[in-house]
Structures are given as structure tokens and as C-alpha cells.
């Protein structure tokens, strides 16, 4: 009778502590989760403020990504150069956020830095490769790479916004990674601010 009942009790304990055990486990792992996540907000509210400021500082135009979409939230057809030089040139600095692709030596006091527009967790897709090559004072863009030496190990997943004076944009045909051709369209200037934002949506 004795080891009967043994038989039923001791699986059942057993049981009952897997259960709790998951349970724990569960719970911890679902309080992990919401503190991550609220981490992750805390750190793109942050982040968006600093692009705010920085857009209100310099009295850059940060609409000409909308202007492009006409409104809509993404936009399948070529993008004239004209269209580029109407939202991008102008006395009005522009907000580009995107990839470091290259820096290169333009003179002693001075980096050309490439960048490539980001679409990733982009409010507005645009199906064409829109790029920025602006002349740089080298100390702000030495002191990024030595706060974020990230960039330049893998430049797609760590982003930057900066403020550029746009002063014309050049189309050329450049071949792309399977052999095929598109056109590139760049916008040449000069940096007037850079800020690390890293996987931040913006």
C-alpha cells in the first residue's frame, strides 16, 4: 500500500516541481523581455531627442524623404536628379541618415566621408541607391570612430544622421553585387554635424 502510494506521490512531486520551475522560468524570462524592450525605448526616445535637437539647431530640412514619397509611405519609381536638387540644394542644410561606407583623406584638416542612405526601419522606402560625399573637418569624425570604432566593422548595421549642405547631385551608372548596372545618385557637400544612432529606427 505504502510503495503504492509512493508510486503516485513522487511523480506527482516531481511533476509539480517541473511546473513550478518552467513557471519561474517563464516569469523571469517575460520580465527580461519587458525590461529589454523598455530599455530599447528609453534609448530611441534619446536618441530620436538628440536628431530633434540637432535638426532644430541647425534648421535642417528633415521632410525631403515625404516630399519624394508624395506623401505616401514608399515610392517604387526612378527619382529624377531635378526632384533630388529641388529637396536637397539650397541654403537649408538637409537630415541624411545613413551608413559610413568609406572616409578618405581629402587634406590635412579634412576627411571625405561616403555615405549610403538607410532604409532599414525606414518611415519612407525609396527603390533607388541615394547617396551623400561631403567634405568633413577630421576632429568630429576622429572622435566617432574612437567613441563607436563599431562603424567601421560592420558600417550596414551602425548608422549615423548628419546635417549636410548639399551644393549639387550627381547621377552615375555604377555595377552592383550580381553583376547587373543601376544608377547611383550622390549629393556632394559638406557635413555640418554627425551623431551616432547605431540600430535606432528613425
Known amino acids: 500500500m505504502i510503495k503504492r502510494m509512493l508510486l503516485i506521490i513522487i511523480p506527482l512531486a516531481v511533476l509539480g516541481g517541473l511546473i513550478y520551475s518552467c513557471s519561474h522560468v517563464w516569469s523571469m ?24 535637437a540637432m535638426v532644430s539647431r541647425t534648421g535642417a530640412r528633415d521632410g525631403w524623404e515625404r516630399q519624394l514619397c508624395k ?4 515610392r517604387t519609381g526612378p527619382i529624377f536628379t531635378l526632384e533630388l536638387e529641388k529637396v536637397w540644394i539650397g541654403s537649408t542644410p538637409i537630415l541624411f541618415v545613413g551608413a559610413v561606407s568609406d572616409i578618405i583623406t581629402s587634406d590635412e584638416s579634412h576627411y571625405t566621408v561616403l555615405l549610403e542612405r538607410s532604409g532599414y526601419e525606414s518611415n519612407y522606402t525609396l527603390f533607388e541607391d541615394l547617396r551623400l560625399s561631403l567634405l568633413a573637418p577630421r576632429e568630429p569624425i576622429d572622435t566617432l570612430l ?4 563599431e562603424l567601421l566593422q560592420d558600417y550596414r548595421a551602425n548608422r549615423v544622421a548628419v546635417i549636410a549642405r548639399v551644393v549639387a547631385v550627381e547621377p552615375r551608372v555604377a555595377a552592383g553585387f550580381d553583376g547587373s548596372y543601376e544608377e547611383v545618385k550622390t549629393g556632394r557637400g559638406e557635413l555640418i554635424e554627425i551623431m551616432f544612432t547605431g540600430d535606432v529606427p528613425l
Open 29 to 52: 524570462n517575460r520580465a527580461n523581455t519587458a525590461a529589454q524592450e523598455a530599455e530599447a525605448r528609453r534609448v530611441r526616445q534619446a536618441v530620436l531627442s538628440e536628431v530633434s
Open 71 to 74: 506623401e505616401e509611405s514608399y
Open 146 to 149: 574612437e567613441q563607436h570604432p
